[in-house]
């Protein structure tokens, strides 16, 4: 139902705007960002970045995760401002504020929890509205 | 062009794999995610944050930039593990890691520099792959 709705707002903002919006970059209209980095146990192993990035992945089953971006870290250049030294990205994509507090208390949110938590030693979280 | 494309590869994802794909938020297919923090130099200052945030939003003229997306701290609840110390966030999504690099040496981000960098006082980058 949500993405039929984004498809409809594409297809309207498009009609409306013709190309000035499209070509602006528009961001999606999920204006709840939740940024969260995880340092792993052991970072030097790939198998438990790879089993946390699966055990992120399951958090897309939550109906309020609008869209949901699993990341490790680029191979971008080093530079002083730069964190390479987590392990796996989440970036979640929430409507409101309500869907951010219904995904924190989700079963499917409480199993990751339960069965991912041993394989990270720190975990950074930014949540942002979009403005 | 490039949501021209955007638009096409919807349309076509939908056609291939019914509502599939679009029921499992379905990331869109920029797999570069370029998260960036700001703290400011006055982190009281509203006016301060909201000049950096009108800076920011500079950045969508830069081709290589397909999302970009301007945060500040959400009301979400206060955990250990959420940072709510930072003022303004930059998120931007490219096609790829040359995008990336043209990013950083556009014109219009040194410029972006050099207008607003005298307002924050610390800025972490998170460059992530999503996989």
Same mark, same amino acid.
């Given at each position: 139902m949500k993405n039929i709705n984004r498809r409809q707002f594409t297809k309207k903002a498009s009609w409306l705007t013709g190309s000035a919006l499209l070509s602006s970059a528009a961001p999606v209209n999920y204006p709840v960002v939740h940024h969260v980095f995880f340092w792993l146990k052991?970072? &030097?192993s790939v198998s438990d970045r790879d089993k946390l990035v699966a055990g992120v992945k399951t %958090?897309?089953?939550?109906? +309020?995760?609008?869209q949901l971006h699993v990341g490790i870290v680029a191979g971008t250049e080093k530079r002083d @401002? @730069? $964190? &390479?030294? *987590?392990a796996v990205s989440e970036l979640i994509f929430f409507s409101d504020l309500a869907g951010q507090e219904t995904y924190q208390s989700h079963p499917v949110h409480l199993e990751f929890i339960k069965n991912? +938590?041993? %394989? *990270? $030693?720190k975990v950074v979280v930014y949540d942002a509205q979009n403005v």
């Amino acid at each position: 139902m949500k993405n039929i709705n984004r498809r409809q707002f594409t297809k309207k903002a498009s009609w409306l705007t013709g190309s000035a919006l499209l070509s602006s970059a528009a961001p999606v209209n999920y204006p709840v960002v939740h940024h969260v980095f995880f340092w792993l146990k052991n970072p &030097q192993s790939v198998s438990d970045r790879d089993k946390l990035v699966a055990g992120v992945k399951t %958090l897309a089953k939550i109906k +309020s995760v609008r869209q949901l971006h699993v990341g490790i870290v680029a191979g971008t250049e080093k530079r002083d @401002v @730069v $964190d &390479q030294s *987590w392990a796996v990205s989440e970036l979640i994509f929430f409507s409101d504020l309500a869907g951010q507090e219904t995904y924190q208390s989700h079963p499917v949110h409480l199993e990751f929890i339960k069965n991912y +938590s041993h %394989l *990270w $030693d720190k975990v950074v979280v930014y949540d942002a509205q979009n403005v």
